[in-house]
């Protein structure tokens, strides 16, 4: 009961407050308020002459403390030095209503039409290597390549994704031209009902434009969709583009450029028995964000 009427006597007196913990004795703070202050400071500065960035060791000689204390700190801030993300932004005059006009498909296609998102892998190698699994140091198991290959050639690989299904339609070639790609759209044209107005979303890749006599032959049931310029990720099939990277060929040893073809088109097929539409969504980056300094993002 003692206990409890000490609770009720601090709430009486301070409120909320009078809840929280009160400073206990104990040893002396070394790494407190002012630390952080410091090494929060010396981030915002440039790092010694013949570096590209600060590490954990030498903000620790700067600060004249030890590598451990600054890696907690900077753990605790959630501040990690090792890592990196890129960004891209758009300075085309027209990204508003080009992109507004891309993702109303995406969101709300129109009435008796398909909506496809098209474009084309470039040079995909056929490496050969070694491949398994190793055991490392701490005694984790993961899985490896040889660093040295061979090389058998590149093929050229042109992608639509039917964003209403996921479902997608692809063709391999040894060149990218425009020719290619006019080739690549009459097969996909082949598989789409006649009933149905097609929108084509595409990047600003040269290929991609002056296909006016190509779109003439469908009296404007066929409409190209451009991204604007440095935003690509509009485009939902680099999403896909990125599986195929990621489960089919990274790691992957090809004896030649037809093996790598046969094992693109048993991805394919794999992927189509189950393919679902993406839920599309992107983190924007503003610039403020960009052009932050840590001390700000921090506080």
């Not at 084509?200 to 310029?229: A, E, M, S």
Request: charged share 30%; glycine share 6%.
């Amino acid at each position: 009961m003692a206990r409890v009427s000490k609770w009720r006597r601090r709430f009486a007196e301070y409120g909320l407050g009078g809840l929280e913990d009160e400073q206990r004795p104990g040893k002396p703070e070394i790494y407190g308020k002012e630390f952080r202050s410091k090494l929060l400071s010396k981030l915002e500065t440039e790092p010694p002459e013949g570096l590209a960035r600060w590490d954990c060791p030498t903000l620790a000689e700067e600060l004249e403390s030890s590598k451990h204390a600054v890696w907690r700190a900077l753990k605790k801030e959630g501040i990690y030095l090792h890592r990196a993300r890129s960004w891209c932004v758009s300075t085309d005059p027209e990204f508003t209503e080009k992109s507004a006009n891309i993702i109303g498909l995406y969101l709300n296609p129109p009435l008796n039409a398909l909506v496809l998102s098209v474009d084309e892998k470039p040079s995909v190698q056929a490496l050969e290597r070694e491949t398994g699994y190793i055991e490392t140091r701490d005694k984790k198991t993961v899985s490896a390549y040889k660093s040295t290959y061979r090389r058998h050639g590149t093929l050229n690989l042109f992608a639509a994704l039917n964003v209403a299904t996921g479902n997608i339609k692809a063709q391999t070639t040894e060149t990218k031209t425009r020719a290619d790609f006019q080739e690549f759209m009459n097969n996909v044209m082949q598989d789409l009902p006649e009933d149905k107005h097609i929108h084509v979303i595409l990047d600003n890749y040269c290929t991609h434009k002056k296909n006016d006599d190509w779109l003439k032959k469908y009296n404007g049931r066929v409409q190209f969709h451009f991204t604007p310029t440095s935003a690509s990720w509009l485009n939902q099939i680099e999403i896909w583009f990125g599986i195929l990277s990621r489960k089919a060929l990274k790691g992957a040893s090809f004896c030649s450029v037809s093996e790598l073809k046969n094992a693109i088109e048993a991805f394919i097929v794999r992927h189509n028995k189950r393919a679902q539409p993406f839920k599309w969504r992107r983190r924007e980056v503003k610039g403020s964000q960009i052009k932050n300094t840590i001390t700000n993002l921090r506080n």
